[in-house]
């Protein structure tokens, strides 16, 4: 039986069983060493806080495909926002207090929850300085690490939102996703932090023009009109693009559209002209041509899909490899 206590204007669930009640499903595999996937997707039909099982000695790679997940910090210190396409490592430094995620929005989140004993014998030796101090604990070191973007990250995210696997072999397909994401989460961090040619300031210069991009997915600048805006000049934005975030200024605005546009899709509030004229598309051939090269499917077809089905009913499955 799913209990619910009301704080305020918000209510909170101390069960993961709360499709029925909040339009939330929850699908929870736990792995070997201790590693544990969390599932979350739906639409959540009043503003609602979600408990996390993020592990208390630990750190857990968060994933949003879509929608927007709130972690709360303990007393005195912020909680982080994160939105969609956005990824990062955060350590156990967050309150044990549950998420908080929007109403009537569309919601697609994964989960890696990763002991730190798991960390540190696995990874540990072949992470930055920066990242070993990170996954120590040291609360100095903040509380989040960004996951830089990646189109394998986001293919492998879309596999396991859309798969048809049925049981039991669905706890394999999960399983092996799970580790994929930690392997390729751990090489954008470490990329994040590599000894490459770019200094910490044209680090946080392609940031910022990743950003720019990102608030202008309809009307982006021009390459040198960007570059000049972040103040570097257009050779070093192209080769620190690609070195820093695996892409093309180009390609990264083209993943980013489609990001966007799938959240919008899965939301089913607006048509797929609409969609496509926010992201930047005036001709709906080249947006249909662009979506399913990246999701593998029309956009159409994925409005029609209703993000309550995205994932499976909430249940626990073990599985020991």
Do not use: W
Not at 40 to 47: C, I, L, N, R, Y
Not at 174 to 193: P, Q, V
Not at 295 to 305: D, I, L, Q
Request: hydrophobic fraction near 45%; include cysteine; aromatic fraction near 6%.
């Amino acid at each position: 039986m799913m209990q619910t206590r009301q704080r305020e204007d918000i209510k909170v669930f101390d069960s993961a069983d709360c499709e029925e009640a909040f339009g939330i499903r929850t699908e929870v595999v736990h792995l070997d060493h201790g590693i544990s996937l969390t599932m979350v997707s739906g639409a959540a039909h009043t503003g609602c806080d979600l408990p996390l099982a993020l592990p208390r000695r630990g750190s857990a790679m968060v994933f949003v495909v879509a929608g927007t997940l709130t972690l709360p910090g303990r007393a005195g210190q912020r909680g982080i926002a994160f939105g969609s396409g956005e990824a990062a490592l955060v350590s156990n430094g967050f309150s044990a207090e549950p998420a908080t995620v929007g109403r009537d929005e569309a919601l697609s989140v994964v989960i890696v929850g990763l002991p730190h004993a798991y960390m540190s014998r696995v990874f540990s030796a072949a992470c930055p300085e920066a990242i070993r101090m990170f996954l120590a604990g040291d609360g100095a070191r903040g509380l989040s690490r960004e996951i830089l973007p990646s189109a394998s990250i986001q293919a492998v995210l879309h596999q396991m939102a859309t798969a048809q696997v049925s049981e039991p072999l669905r706890s394999v397909f999960l399983t092996s996703k799970a580790y994929e994401l930690i392997a390729l989460g751990l090489e954008r961090l470490c990329m994040a932090h590599c000894d490459c040619a770019l200094s910490p300031g044209d680090i946080e210069r392609l940031k910022r023009a990743r950003d720019i991009l990102s608030e202008n997915l309809s009307d982006p600048p021009s390459l040198v009109a960007l570059a000049h805006e972040v103040g570097i000049n257009d050779f070093k934005l192209k080769k620190g693009f690609k070195v820093l975030f695996d892409t093309t200024p180009f390609g990264y605005l083209k993943e980013r559209r489609m990001i966007v546009a799938r959240s919008a899709l899965l939301a089913g509030e607006q048509s797929v002209t609409t969609v496509a004229n926010q992201v930047g598309y005036t001709n709906l051939g080249h947006f249909a041509a662009a979506f399913r090269k990246q999701f593998g499917t029309t956009p159409k077809a994925m409005k029609k899909t209703s993000h309550t089905q995205i994932g499976r009913v909430g249940r626990e499955t073990s599985l020991a490899l």
